[in-house]
């Protein structure tokens, strides 16, 4: 008979500091941040056992982000409280842990549950009547192929059914809003949108503002 577990899921931000970490190192700064907290922690089975924890979203490199949500597992219930203010004592500059709460039970797991993304896109550099129209194209377009570089290849694939919304805002600090399919299927990327409105993500701050998951 398995040991029975409680799985919480804590909301964070990614800020300037980690901006170039990668997913990877992400990974292992939540496991240390996780094992210095003293928390009593659920591990994976095998030959190297592992602290049991998933991201909702995986960041891309250079993204900030206001809205994460990692899944990890404990081998005894606390009261999130507790586990909130114990991982914030812990937490590496740049990593601001917001919210800690029980899963409940049956609930299926976090990347599962993923239906859409929120991004805002500052552009310094941008023509904004120019934006605007390219993003009205977008919109209207039936069809957006783009080619990029995945795993050493290239590959082109149809943007389009990917974006739910773009806008332009104008108002304060100019930037591009987006809102992205990212489910088990098909994930929406910031900067393949970019490169589709003829933009150079480098030239972007891209931050990931809101996180949409269905609810079961």
Not at 88 to 99: F, S
């Amino acid at each position: 008979m398995s040991a029975t577990v409680h799985t919480y899921e804590a909301r964070f931000a990614r800020q300037q500091p980690i901006r170039y970490i990668s997913h990877l190192d992400m990974t292992r700064a939540w496991e240390r941040m996780l094992r210095r907290a003293r928390l009593p922690l659920a591990y994976s089975e095998g030959f190297n056992p592992r602290p049991r924890l998933a991201f909702a979203a995986p960041l891309p490199v250079g993204v900030l982000s206001l809205a994460d949500i990692v899944e990890f597992v404990l081998s005894q219930p606390l009261e999130p409280e507790l586990v909130l203010a114990a991982l914030q004592q812990q937490a590496v500059p740049g990593l601001a842990i917001h919210q800690v709460q029980l899963v409940p039970p049956g609930r299926a797991a976090l990347q599962a549950r993923m239906r859409q993304a929120t991004y805002s896109v500052r552009l310094p550099a941008a023509d904004l009547s120019g934006l605007q129209q390219a993003v009205a194209r977008l919109i209207a377009a039936d069809h957006v192929p783009v080619r990029v570089m995945r795993q050493g290849q290239m590959r082109e694939y149809d943007l389009r059914p990917l974006v739910l919304e773009a806008s332009v805002q104008l108002d304060g600090d100019p930037s591009l809003q987006l809102r992205l399919r990212h489910d088990q299927q098909a994930t929406g990327r910031p900067g393949d949108i970019l490169q589709a409105l003829g933009l150079d993500a480098a030239d972007a701050e891209i931050t990931r503002t809101g996180l949409i998951l269905a609810e079961a």
